[in-house]
């Protein structure tokens, strides 16, 4: 069975520019989470859903960032417009219980 | 608030000695623990989990034992391999389903 799949695996944009990222997660898995990893730290929650619904958005820069997941399945992840900061990877994981698993994840470089 | 300490990297060792990672969490209620591993140019992986106190986990070699009184889940080696390199990440969950919460990683580097 496939894993959780990302794309792209590298993006490079100017600043300003807007950027997405998909993920599909593991079939069956309802709870979905976006994470971001900047160099030399741990992963770090943007979002979770349960299945479609977004239920905690509170690390989500609202003003840039936004995501959804149509028909509780797939997600993307939007930008808009990227800053410098922004520069980092982009994780995406499901579970269907207490086992979280990854993508190989979207590595974001702003020039 | 949730939080997780992990030791400073990097680790720097010899194949077949004695790897202890050291980690430490502050949580309400009763999280469950885990280490994960970024192998070079992949993804992370589950590499053990305990979902409470004194259950160990292990996994290829590794083991991770739920020390509550402590607030620790060190991670174990006894013999490391070149293999074995690569990035670990000691993380809490306080409900099943909740975001992961990860310490901010410990390289490891075996030489043979």
């Known amino acids: 069975e496939a894993g959780v799949v990302q794309s792209p695996r590298y993006k490079i944009i100017e600043k300003k520019q807007p950027v997405a990222f998909w993920c599909n997660p593991i079939s069956g898995h309802n709870t979905l989470y976006w994470y971001r990893q900047n160099l030399g730290q741990g992963p770090e929650l943007l979002i979770r859903?349960?299945?479609?619904?977004?239920?905690?958005d509170s690390q989500l820069p609202k003003d840039r960032f936004s995501a959804e997941r149509l028909k509780g399945v797939d997600s993307t992840l939007k930008i808009q417009p990227a800053e410098l900061g922004d520069s980092a990877v982009y994780l995406c994981a499901s579970s269907l219980a207490n086992e979280a698993f990854f993508g190989q994840g979207t590595r974001l470089t702003v020039v | 608030g949730n939080s997780v300490t992990q030791m400073e990297g990097p680790v720097t060792l010899s194949e077949e000695a004695f790897l202890t990672i050291n980690c430490t969490y502050t949580a309400t209620g009763y999280p469950s623990l885990f280490w994960y591993v970024q192998y070079p140019g992949e993804g992370l992986q589950l590499l053990l989990k305990a979902t409470k106190a004194d259950d160990k986990g292990s996994n290829k070699g590794f083991e991770a034992t739920y020390r509550k009184e402590t607030t620790s889940f060190h991670l174990e080696k006894g013999s490391v391999q070149v293999s074995d390199s690569a990035v670990y990440f000691c993380?809490?969950?306080?409900?099943?389903?909740?975001?992961?919460?990860f310490g901010k990683g410990t390289t490891l580097s075996v030489s043979s």
């Open positions: 859903y349960e299945n479609e619904e977004a239920v905690d």
């Open positions: 993380a809490l969950r306080n409900q099943a389903g909740t975001a992961l919460i």
